[in-house]
Every structure is written in C-alpha cells, then in structure tokens.
Antibody
C-alpha cells in the first residue's frame, strides 16, 4: 500500500527557507488523480492546510501562505517537496505530507486518506 | 474562506458512552465534510468522508451525518482506543482552500 515519509532539516534559521521532501512508496506519484498535499500543526494547536500539487502538476496554496510557498514534484524520485521562504517562529510546527483522494470516480472533492508520520521543524538562530 | 467551528472543544466521557461531536461551517458546504481522529504524536487518520461515508477499516461504531452547514460525528459506544482529538475538515471551496475545525479533545472521565 502507498506510504508517505517526510524528510528534511529539523532546524531552520529565521528568514531562511524551509525545505521538506515527501517520498511516496508503494505506488507511483504520477499515476491516478491525487492531490499531494502539505499540512502543518503547531505544537498543541490545530491543523493548517498549506497547499497541494495535483498529479497533473497544477498547484493550489493557502492564501495566507501563498506568497511564501512552493510545492513541486520530482517524478523520477517519486517525491514531492515543500519550500517555505522567510520563515519565522510562527512557522514552527509538525509538517505532514498527505494524499488527497477524490471521493470517487467523477467526484470533484475529496479527503486526505494517507498521511506521513510528520516531521518537526524548529525555527531558531 | 470557510470557517469550521467544532463543539465542544473538549469532552469527558466513559467507555461505553455514546458521544456526539458537532461541526458547523460558516457557509453551506454541501456534504463535502471529512472527519479525522488524531492520537498524541501521531498523524491524523481519516474516519468519515463526504459527511457520512465510513473510510475502509474504520469500526462501524463511528458514523457521520449532516449537510449544508451542520454536521455531527457520533461514536455509538466508546472504546478505550477512541480517546483522541477529532477534527472536521471541509473540501468544498473552489479553488481549493481547505480548512479544518479547531479540534475536539475526547478524554476519559
């Protein structure tokens, strides 16, 4: 079955760029119609959707983060990545990658049915 | 953006209890509502999608209902492994602007 695994630096300096990668195993990232997504959760708080990249290559981002976010895919490595620029302490969180899957054939909406285990990112000098 | 508000924010219950958690959207989201369970230190797990469809492998004591702006997640008979935090999430917005509720923490009484 498909599994997701986040990787990347656990410590980022303020004003620098956070870079994380999600490796997809058990299936091809370029097959099907999925939304490869990033979601974060500050310690003790709720979930915040960051954005996604569709199998087709189209992207959508949370408007509150859009100016600082880039999500891309590397099909040769079966990975997708997150870059978040100009980080501050407010960006400290556990970052999850997840697969967005449509409700069914012909459906236009969906849910996050597979998640990575999450990776903690600290912002500190 | 569409705001999702869950109630209560926390809840104490006993094993065997029937529990209901409510999620309200700031505008109609049809049935584009999902529920997740999260245990400490773990990733969220999809329980219910499209308001009332049970995700594969999820016990039948979990059920969801609602449409429009008001939704509920019901656990018919609480089991020890059900004590966790529950989140609702809307997938209605176009272009996608996905939002979650603030969470409901379910604790042992």
């Amino acid at each position: 079955q498909v599994q997701l695994q986040e990787s990347g630096p656990g410590l980022v300096k303020p004003s620098q760029t956070l870079s994380l990668t999600c490796t997809v195993s058990g299936g091809s990232i370029s097959s099907g119609s999925y939304y490869w997504s990033w979601i974060r959760q500050p310690a003790g708080k709720g979930l915040e959707w960051i954005g996604h990249i569709h199998t087709s290559g189209s992207t959508n981002y949370n408007p509150s983060l859009k100016s600082r976010v880039t999500i891309s895919v590397d099909t040769s490595k079966n990975q997708f990545s997150l870059k978040l620029s100009s980080v501050t302490a407010a960006d400290m969180a556990v970052y999850y990658c997840a697969r967005g899957n449509r409700y069914g054939v012909g459906a236009t909406r969906g849910a996050f049915d597979i998640w990575g285990q999450g990776t903690m990112v600290t912002v500190s000098s | 953006d569409i705001q999702m508000t869950q109630s209560p924010s926390s809840l104490s219950a006993s094993v065997g209890d029937r529990v209901t958690i409510t999620c309200r959207a700031s505008q109609s989201i049809s049935s584009y509502l999902n529920w997740y369970q999260q245990k400490p230190g773990k990733a969220p797990k999809l329980l219910i999608y499209a308001a009332s469809s049970l995700q594969s492998g999820v016990p039948s004591r979990f059920s969801g209902s609602g449409s429009g702006t008001d939704f509920t997640l019901t656990i018919s008979s609480l089991q020890p492994e059900d004590f966790a935090t529950y989140y609702c999430q809307q997938s209605y917005s176009t272009p996608p602007e996905i939002t979650f509720g603030q969470g409901t923490r379910l604790e042992i009484k």
